[in-house]
């Protein structure tokens, strides 16, 4: 079936540092790729997506390119900030209506 | 104006009793959704409705029984709880069952059974 993998963290950087959060998928067919992010407390929130290879998905200054040769989406953030501190989830989509997430990467930001 | 709402948001209960969460949206979407989140943040749906049909009915035992009175609504409904049920339960929605619409998530059901 199909799956994501990222990085568990927990990730600690400091406040300007670049952020990297690595995620590869497993998918029969083309899915759809997103980021999620939930802040302590609170329910998920849409990071950013993209619906077929080579598209860029951006916000917030996070990036990310849907790479199919690779089976990739990684996530980047040049200079990440104390309030970028919170869980990132991988997810992927399919045709078969399954909607699969890794299993979240913790970002702790200090100032 | 909360796009998807759920209630309660803490929920404390005794070892075999019945609890019902509720969810409402709205954002006019076709499609609603259960997930469980266990203690170390791992996502896993439960259950996808597609007006009020069910779509997806993932490996769950049948304790938990999803409801959906109207395409707003999708209330999970748990019988004979368990130490292992204890996790946050999200709701969420999306505009139709496609791969590629966005989910929007409720703020969670924190269960806790004693």
């Known amino acids: 079936g199909d799956s994501v993998t990222q990085m568990e963290g927990p990730v600690t950087l400091s406040e300007e540092a670049f952020l990297t959060i690595n995620c590869t998928y497993t998918a029969t067919g083309y899915p759809s790729l997103f980021w999620y992010v939930q802040y302590p407390g609170e329910g998920l929130q849409l990071l950013l997506k993209?619906?077929?290879?080579?598209d860029k998905g951006s916000n917030k200054g996070f990036e990310a390119t849907y790479r199919k040769e690779t089976t990739s989406f990684h996530l980047e953030k040049g200079s990440v900030q104390v309030s970028d501190s919170a869980v990132y989830f991988c997810?992927?989509?399919?045709?078969?209506?399954?909607?699969?997430f890794g299993p979240g990467t913790r970002l702790s930001v200090l100032p | 104006d909360t796009a998807v709402s759920q209630t309660p948001k803490y929920l404390v209960t005794q070892m075999g009793n019945d609890k019902s969460i509720k969810c409402e949206q709205n954002l006019g979407h076709d499609t609603m959704y259960w997930y469980k989140q266990d203690s170390k943040k791992f996502l896993k749906i439960m259950f996808s409705y597609n007006n009020k049909e069910l779509i997806i009915n993932e490996t769950v035992p049948n304790r938990f029984s999803p409801k959906s009175p109207d395409k707003a609504h999708l209330n999970l409904h748990i019988n004979s709880l368990e130490l292992g049920d204890s996790a946050v339960y999200f709701c969420a929605s999306s505009q139709a069952a496609g791969p590629g619409d966005t989910q929007y998530f409720g703020p969670g059901t924190r269960l806790t059974v004693l």
């Open positions: 997810a992927l989509s399919d045709l078969g209506q399954n909607f699969v």
């Open positions: 993209a619906t077929k290879a080579d």
